[in-house]
Protein backbone atom coordinates (compact mmCIF):
# COMPACT_ATOMS: atom_id res chain seq x y z
CA UNK A 1 0.00 0.00 0.00
CA UNK A 2 1.29 3.47 -0.45
CA UNK A 3 0.42 6.85 0.14
CA UNK A 4 0.71 9.74 -2.08
CA UNK A 5 1.95 12.90 0.28
CA UNK A 6 3.25 16.38 -1.74
CA UNK A 7 6.55 16.93 -1.76
CA UNK A 8 8.18 20.49 -2.02
CA UNK A 9 10.31 20.77 -5.39
CA UNK A 10 12.86 22.80 -6.32
CA UNK A 11 10.79 25.56 -8.30
CA UNK A 12 9.40 28.56 -7.73
CA UNK A 13 5.73 28.27 -7.66
CA UNK A 14 3.01 26.59 -5.50
CA UNK A 15 3.78 26.84 -1.18
CA UNK A 16 5.57 29.73 -0.91
CA UNK A 17 6.66 30.10 -4.02
CA UNK A 18 8.11 26.22 -4.37
CA UNK A 19 6.32 24.02 -6.73
CA UNK A 20 4.79 21.01 -5.02
CA UNK A 21 5.39 17.70 -6.43
CA UNK A 22 3.93 14.13 -5.44
CA UNK A 23 5.72 11.15 -4.97
CA UNK A 24 4.77 7.91 -3.42
CA UNK A 25 5.95 6.94 -0.15
CA UNK A 26 5.61 3.53 1.70
CA UNK A 27 2.00 3.57 4.02
CA UNK A 28 2.88 0.80 6.86
CA UNK A 29 -0.18 -1.51 8.23
CA UNK A 30 -0.13 -1.70 11.67
CA UNK A 31 2.05 -3.29 13.61
CA UNK A 32 1.70 -6.78 14.77
CA UNK A 33 3.17 -7.97 17.80
CA UNK A 34 4.78 -11.29 18.71
CA UNK A 35 1.72 -12.96 19.39
CA UNK A 36 0.24 -11.78 16.55
CA UNK A 37 2.32 -13.69 14.38
CA UNK A 38 2.34 -16.73 17.13
CA UNK A 39 -0.72 -17.20 16.32
CA UNK A 40 -0.86 -17.17 12.17
CA UNK A 41 2.59 -19.87 13.19
CA UNK A 42 -0.20 -22.56 14.98
CA UNK A 43 -3.03 -21.55 12.51
CA UNK A 44 -0.81 -22.90 9.72
CA UNK A 45 1.67 -25.57 10.77
CA UNK A 46 -0.31 -27.86 12.86
CA UNK A 47 1.60 -30.03 15.28
CA UNK A 48 2.88 -27.29 17.41
CA UNK A 49 1.17 -25.63 20.35
CA UNK A 50 1.39 -22.00 21.72
CA UNK A 51 3.51 -23.38 24.76
CA UNK A 52 6.19 -24.34 22.04
CA UNK A 53 6.08 -21.27 19.59
CA UNK A 54 6.20 -19.49 22.88
CA UNK A 55 9.03 -21.34 24.29
CA UNK A 56 11.43 -21.55 20.64
CA UNK A 57 10.43 -17.75 20.14
CA UNK A 58 11.81 -16.55 23.53
CA UNK A 59 15.47 -18.59 23.71
CA UNK A 60 15.55 -17.66 19.68
CA UNK A 61 16.02 -13.63 20.53
CA UNK A 62 17.64 -14.34 23.90
CA UNK A 63 20.48 -16.52 21.95
CA UNK A 64 20.52 -13.64 19.05
CA UNK A 65 20.66 -10.81 21.49
CA UNK A 66 23.79 -12.89 23.25
CA UNK A 67 25.84 -14.20 19.94
CA UNK A 68 25.07 -10.59 18.70
CA UNK A 69 26.39 -8.55 21.96
CA UNK A 70 29.20 -10.87 21.77
CA UNK A 71 30.47 -9.29 18.38
CA UNK A 72 29.20 -12.29 16.14
CA UNK A 73 26.72 -11.67 12.68
CA UNK A 74 23.61 -13.68 13.34
CA UNK A 75 22.06 -15.19 9.93
CA UNK A 76 18.48 -15.95 10.65
CA UNK A 77 17.23 -18.16 8.29
CA UNK A 78 15.02 -16.76 5.22
CA UNK A 79 15.28 -13.60 6.86
CA UNK A 80 18.86 -11.92 6.78
CA UNK A 81 21.91 -10.87 8.70
CA UNK A 82 21.89 -8.63 11.62
CA UNK A 83 25.26 -7.29 12.64
CA UNK A 84 26.17 -4.31 15.09
CA UNK A 85 28.18 -1.10 14.06
CA UNK A 86 29.37 2.10 15.16
CA UNK A 87 31.52 5.05 14.45
CA UNK A 88 34.55 6.28 16.66
CA UNK A 89 36.21 9.41 16.98
CA UNK A 90 39.88 9.33 15.61
CA UNK A 91 42.91 9.62 17.56
CA UNK A 92 46.51 10.00 16.62
CA UNK A 93 47.46 6.42 19.09
CA UNK A 94 45.84 3.48 19.93
CA UNK A 95 45.78 3.94 23.26
CA UNK A 96 43.92 7.05 23.12
CA UNK A 97 41.08 4.63 21.51
CA UNK A 98 38.81 3.75 24.29
CA UNK A 99 35.15 2.54 24.82
CA UNK A 100 34.08 6.24 25.34
CA UNK A 101 35.50 7.21 21.91
CA UNK A 102 32.17 4.66 20.38
CA UNK A 103 29.39 6.38 19.28
CA UNK A 104 26.29 5.81 16.94
CA UNK A 105 26.01 1.57 18.00
CA UNK A 106 23.56 0.62 16.04
CA UNK A 107 22.44 -2.69 14.28
CA UNK A 108 22.70 -3.22 10.81
CA UNK A 109 20.26 -5.82 8.87
CA UNK A 110 21.27 -7.26 5.27
CA UNK A 111 18.02 -9.00 3.96
CA UNK A 112 18.71 -12.44 2.48
CA UNK A 113 18.50 -12.38 -1.40
CA UNK A 114 15.38 -14.90 -1.43
CA UNK A 115 13.27 -12.17 1.16
CA UNK A 116 15.04 -9.20 -1.10
CA UNK A 117 14.05 -10.59 -4.46
CA UNK A 118 10.68 -12.37 -3.29
CA UNK A 119 9.85 -8.33 -2.39
CA UNK A 120 11.39 -7.11 -5.85
CA UNK A 121 8.83 -10.10 -8.01
CA UNK A 122 5.76 -10.10 -5.55
CA UNK A 123 5.05 -7.16 -3.29
CA UNK A 124 2.08 -5.83 -4.79
CA UNK A 125 1.20 -2.24 -3.98
CA UNK A 126 -1.90 -0.12 -4.71
CA UNK A 127 -2.81 3.35 -4.15
CA UNK A 128 -4.58 3.86 -0.39
CA UNK A 129 -7.95 6.31 -0.17
CA UNK A 130 -6.66 9.79 1.50
Known amino acids: ?39 QVIRNYGGVNKGEVVGVLDALANEFR ?32 TPESIRNARIIFTPDKTLKNDMKKNAVFYKMDL
Open 66 to 97: NMLFLGHAVKLMGFGTFRISFSSDSYETPEEV
Open 1 to 39: MFKIPFKVGPKKVGIQGKKLRYVARPHCAPKLKEMDIIE
